[in-house]
């Protein structure tokens, strides 16, 4: 659940990322709260521990092969 929707401050993008996250912990199988994070942006790094297709972990990232 995004941090502001659990404050009880939803946004629109909420969901969006709600989605990006079962889909970042269905490809690892990990929770993506126990990923690393980048430490200069803050994003999930993620990737190496896909086990899932190249080419739809760039449509994950990426939005376009």
Request: glycine content about 8%.
């Amino acid at each position: 659940m995004p941090n502001e929707q659990l404050a009880g401050n939803p946004r629109f993008s909420s969901d969006v990322f709600a989605v990006g996250m079962i889909g970042i912990h269905a490809m690892t199988g990990i929770s993506p709260r126990s990923l690393p994070k980048d430490a200069h942006t803050s994003e999930i790094e993620w990737q190496q521990a896909a086990s899932a297709d190249s080419q739809l972990a760039a449509v994950w990232t990426n939005g376009a092969i």
